[in-house]
């Protein structure tokens, strides 16, 4: 209550932490159960206020590497990961993946690449 007596209520929205369930990933495309875990997985290292963003893009460019075979597979996941961030900021990327048992020395060349998807 305010000095003269009225009620203030003080909203803000909940962060991404907060929800009581892990939100959808934005899917067209089929995913195998084993892509869909690890980008979850990844998603949690990246901080709530940008969570939402890198879910959308890294989910759009996994689909768009899988645009031949129409199912989004565990590798697919991984490069894009890595090749959805700018290339200044792709080291970043490198311990949530080798925390997820991957063996980054595989992909040196996309986190090399001048592309990003």
Same mark, same amino acid.
């Given at each position: 209550?305010?000095?003269?007596?009225? =009620?203030?209520? *003080?909203? $803000?929205?909940? &962060?991404?932490?907060?929800?009581?369930?892990?939100?959808?990933?934005?899917?067209?495309? =089929?995913?195998?159960?084993?892509?869909?875990?690890?980008?979850?997985?990844?998603?949690?290292?990246?901080?709530?206020?940008?969570?939402?963003?890198? $879910?959308?893009?890294?989910?759009?460019?996994?689909?768009?590497?899988?645009?031949?075979?129409?199912? *989004?597979? $565990?590798?697919? *996941? #991984?490069?894009?990961? #890595?090749?959805?961030?700018?290339?200044?900021? $792709?080291?970043?990327?490198?311990?949530?993946?080798?925390?997820?048992?991957?063996? *980054? &020395?595989?992909?040196?060349?996309?986190?090399?690449?001048?592309?990003?998807?």
């Amino acid at each position: 209550m305010d000095p003269e007596g009225h =009620t203030l209520i *003080v909203w $803000r929205p909940l &962060s991404e932490d907060e929800y009581d369930h892990i939100p959808a990933l934005p899917k067209e495309l =089929t995913w195998s159960a084993e892509a869909e875990e690890l980008l979850q997985a990844l998603l949690k290292s990246v901080p709530s206020l940008f969570r939402a963003l890198a $879910r959308w893009r890294v989910s759009k460019n996994a689909e768009h590497l899988a645009e031949a075979t129409r199912v *989004v597979q $565990r590798e697919q *996941v #991984i490069r894009s990961f #890595i090749l959805s961030s700018a290339k200044v900021t $792709r080291y970043r990327n490198r311990q949530p993946l080798i925390d997820q048992g991957i063996d *980054v &020395s595989r992909y040196e060349s996309d986190f090399e690449s001048e592309d990003r998807l």
